[in-house]
T-cell receptor, first 115, second 114 residues
Framework: DTGVSQDPRHKITKRGQNVTFRCDPI?????LYWYRQTLGQGPEFLTY????????KSRLLSDRFSAERPKGSFSTLEIQRTEQGDSAMYLC?????????????FGPGTRLTVL | AQTVTQSQPEMSVQEAETVTLSCTYD???????LFWYKQPPSRQMILVIR??????QNATENRFSVNFQKAAKSFSLKISDSQLGDAAMYFC???????????FGKGTHLIIQP
């Protein structure tokens, strides 16, 4: 399978704990995106990487959230001191940079439940 | 800030019939991209169709076509000959030129009646 993969698929944690999610994009894609999707809503953009550079962050990405893409390949999203409001599906997507309007390919998501 | 509005939380259509899902958006940009994504239950999101704003011709992909009205900022999706496999959440999405993330609407839940 050469699609976007995410790990873990499900995470249950207690409030106040830290969690980290991983995304492996399609290998030749240099753009990588993180989104958050709550129940009954469309995905909301969190942040974006072009290769290893984080080029844009949404105001939704509070100080408790941090994302990295150290070698321009896989990416991690860490949430520190989780809150119940962080419960959501976290989606990763990737795309090539050429052409600019290329579709984004989505992974299956990581469902986070904060108790 | 760009916004995308899908005014139909749920739509139902008989199998083999045609259904149209509506989407409007707000932007001050003149060039941008529009997308319809499909999210089946418990499965990942996949692209249905895309449209570049500078192209006047409406995009089509087999049974799926769009009605793109740039002046009205409207981007509806028509599904012809509906099939049971079309049942899903459908999201309209906008992206400006460059590398911004997608701005999604809240989605339309499409039900296909056999």
């Amino acid at each position: 399978d050469t699609g976007v993969s995410q790990d873990p698929r499900h995470k249950i944690t207690k409030r106040g704990q830290n969690v980290t999610f991983r995304c492996d994009p399609i290998s030749e894609h240099n753009r990588l995106y993180w989104y958050r999707q709550t129940l009954g809503q469309g995905p909301e953009f969190l942040t974006y990487f072009q290769n290893e550079a984080q080029l844009e962050k949404s105001r939704l990405l509070s100080d408790r959230f941090s994302a990295e893409r150290p070698k321009g390949s896989f990416s991690t999203l860490e949430i520190q001191r989780t809150e119940q409001g962080d419960s959501a599906m976290y989606l990763c997507a990737s795309s090539p940079s050429d052409p600019d309007g290329h579709e984004q390919f989505f992974g299956p998501g990581t469902r986070l439940t904060v108790l | 800030a760009q916004t995308v509005t899908q005014s139909q939380p749920e739509m139902s259509v008989q199998e083999a019939e045609t259904v149209t899902l509506s989407c409007t958006y707000d932007t001050s940009e003149s060039d941008y991209y529009l997308f319809w994504y499909k999210q089946p239950p418990s499965r990942q999101m996949i692209l249905v169709i895309r449209q570049e704003a500078y192209k006047q011709q409406n995009a089509t992909e087999n049974r799926f076509s769009v009605n793109f009205q740039k002046a009205a900022k409207s981007f509806s999706l028509k599904i012809s000959d509906s099939q049971l496999g079309d049942a899903a959440m459908y999201f309209c999405a906008y992206r400006r030129l460059g590398a911004d993330g997608l701005t999604f609407g809240k989605g339309t839940h499409l039900i296909i009646q056999p």
